[in-house]
């Protein structure tokens, strides 16, 4: 089984959201626990308010961009699938197209399906462009439409 995505994806699936969540959870909960009146110059509700936004706001930044990449694997035959808990094959044949973007510096590879999967039609995860030409190149069915 060969893997196409990047190690990175264990990074901003697994760790980058759990730090997040119980640093930033832990520190916004402090703040709403705390008996001050300032934070330095700064007014206490006003703190308090803009720290819970930054939290929240982060949240749903690693939300709809990171939690969406996958760990892509591949064989003869088949895709592997897999968000770290939920793993899907998919045939060869259900791939209807393969692109390659660049993303705030990093590179996405998004695999189009014919039909819609249990990770949606389009499966995006970290690749590096030298792999998406090498699929090119052995699947040229899969060249962007």
Do not use: C
Not at 34 to 51: C, H, N
Not at 79 to 91: D, S, V
Not at 99 to 117: M, V
């Amino acid at each position: 089984m060969e893997r196409l995505s990047s190690n990175a994806t264990l990074f901003v699936n697994i760790f980058l959201p759990v730090f997040w969540s119980v640093f930033f959870g832990a520190f916004t909960l402090g703040v709403f626990l705390a008996d001050e009146i300032y934070f330095g110059f700064l007014p206490y509700a006003s703190f308090r308010w803009a720290t819970l936004f930054f939290y929240l706001t982060g949240l749903a930044v690693i939300y709809f961009t990171f939690l969406r990449l996958r760990r892509v694997e591949m064989t003869a035959d088949s895709l592997y699938i897999t968000n770290y808990f939920k793993t899907a094959r998919y045939p060869i044949d259900a791939v209807s197209y393969l692109e390659w973007r660049r993303w705030f510096g990093l590179s996405l590879g998004i695999f189009h399906l014919h039909a819609k999967g249990i990770f949606g039609q389009s499966i995006l995860f970290l690749g590096d462009k030298k792999v998406i030409d090498q699929l090119h190149a052995t699947y040229p069915a899969w060249l962007k439409p």
